[in-house]
């Protein structure tokens, strides 16, 4: 299995644009994560899907951010407009079916908004 | 709320000096207690999971133990691939947090030769 795919790795953009982060599960987990982690404030979640439903969207910081899942194998994160304090890095992660069930990490896109 | 701390947030040994991580942790009943390591540039990968007090896990030079109110990441003679960070994380067994973890800020371990 090729494990959580995220693209871009990296992604430098100035204030005030659309910047889209992508994420593809592995194959057969139902839960999917974003996270977002800084030196400060270290690894945070914003949000959360459970069978393409997300769940709990209380850590995405504000209007700003959106989060998708049109289906099993697919989601985004998107920031509009972008602001420099949104640069970090953006982990997406999945897990199976149960409970305790690990979570598996993609490798993370580094957003720098300048 | 869950709270996660760990300590010391860095630490510097030398190879074959054994040495110990610490996650005290806070949580409204404990459905498990992970350990994940993370090198730079990379996503945290999954060393354990503890679900119960008294409960020990071993994978190599590394041991984890839970008490009711803190885990222990025991590494044993270290070697300088053992460097990285070690990330502690906690989920809830209350049904809205189910599926969440809440992670410590970790400890940034180097082990020099």
């Known amino acids: 299995d090729a494990g959580v795919i995220q693209s871009p790795r990296h992604e430098v953009t100035e204030m005030g644009q659309e910047v889209t982060l992508r994420c593809k599960p592995i194959s057969g987990h139902n839960s999917l994560f974003w996270y977002r982690q800084t030196m400060m404030r270290g690894l945070e979640l914003l949000i959360y899907f459970n069978n393409n439903v997300p769940i709990d969207d209380s850590g995405m910081p504000e209007d700003r951010f959106s989060a998708k899942m049109p289906n099993a194998s697919f989601s985004t994160l998107k920031i509009q407009p972008s602001e420099p304090r949104d640069s970090a890095v953006y982990f997406c992660?999945?897990?199976?079916?149960?409970?305790?069930?690990?979570?598996?990490f993609g490798s993370g896109t580094q957003l720098s908004v300048l | 709320e869950d709270q996660v701390t760990q300590s010391p947030e860095a630490l510097r040994l030398q190879e074959g000096e054994s040495s110990s991580l610490n996650c005290s942790y806070t949580v409204s009943g404990l459905r498990g207690l992970f350990w994940y390591r993370q090198d730079p540039g990379k996503g945290p990968e999954f060393l354990f999971t503890l679900y119960s007090a008294g409960e020990e896990k071993e994978k190599e030079r590394l041991k984890a133990t839970l008490t009711k109110k803190e885990s222990f990441l025991h590494i044993t003679a270290p070697k300088p691939e053992d460097s990285a960070t070690y990330l502690c994380a906690v989920q809830a067994s209350s049904s809205g947090s189910a599926r969440q973890l809440t992670f410590g800020s970790g400890t940034q371990l180097t082990v020099l030769p």
């Open positions: 992660a999945s897990k199976g079916q149960a409970m305790n069930e690990k979570l598996f």
